[in-house]
């Protein structure tokens, strides 16, 4: 039971470049988030999803776009990566009834 | 005004001596609040919930709740080096964003052999 992966670890990008970053769950979760987190800032919600077939946007969704490919996958776009967009990103699941969110290792990413 | 509001630290407390973080949030609907562990470098785990006005005890941890103040507290016990994290606060609302947390930035304590 490996929780909630996430691929990559680390990536640098360049201004401009897209990329796709990946989270899976095997938990049987019905929701899943993407999150951001940089230093002073706490964790801010990116995009959700409630369950499949559903995304919404959270508090900062500029710039992102989401897919919730099943009920495992949920990835996060960006298309024209800037420089505000460097951050510790994390995903995490929760199911229907759970007061938990499991979050997966995150992904750091650099923007130059 | 943030949502969800604490000291950002750092906080130092000897070690053996009680931790006490605090948590301000502004939403008085608020249903649900959780205390996070995160050890840097790693990602937030839980470690308590708490829903109901009054005290809830788990070990070392004591989570208070005071929805009149809108205030929520972890008081960590006989605290140890292996607390040493930061520590976020984190809400849930009511309604339609009953499925979101929305966080603190975060205490970052430092317990001191």
Redesign the interface.
């Known amino acids: 039971n490996a929780g909630v992966t996430q691929t990559p670890k680390f990536q640098v990008l360049k201004t401009g470049q897209s990329m796709t970053l990946q989270c899976a769950q095997d938990m049987n979760h019905n929701?899943m988030?993407w999150?951001r987190q940089d230093p002073?800032?706490?964790?801010?919600?990116i995009y959700?999803s409630?369950s499949e077939g559903t995304t919404d946007k959270?508090?900062v969704p500029n710039g992102y776009n989401v897919s919730r490919l099943n009920k495992r996958e949920f990835s996060l776009r960006l298309e024209s990566a800037a420089p505000s967009q460097t951050s510790v990103y994390?995903c995490a699941s929760t199911g229907t009834g759970l007061?938990?969110?499991f979050?997966?290792?995150?992904t750091r990413l650099t923007v130059l | 005004q943030k949502e969800?509001e604490q000291n950002?630290g750092p906080l130092s407390v000897p070690e053996g001596a009680i931790a006490s973080l605090n948590c301000t949030y502004s939403d008085r609907g608020s249903q649900?609040f959780?205390w996070y562990r995160q050890y840097s470098g790693?990602?937030?785990?839980?470690i308590m919930?708490i829903y109901s006005n009054g005290d809830k005890e788990d070990g070392r941890f004591t989570a208070q709740l005071n929805k009149a103040s809108q205030y929520v507290s972890l008081l960590i016990r006989d605290s140890q080096p292996s607390d040493s994290a930061t520590y976020?606060c984190?809400v849930?609302g009511r309604g339609g964003s009953a499925?979101?947390?929305?966080?603190?930035?975060?205490t970052q304590l430092t317990v001191l052999p």
């Open positions: 929701s988030y999150y002073g800032m706490g964790l801010r919600l959700y409630a959270g508090e994390f007061n938990e969110q979050f997966g290792p995150g | 969800v950002s649900s959780f790693k990602s937030p785990e839980l919930f976020l984190a849930k499925r979101q947390l929305t966080f603190g930035s975060g």
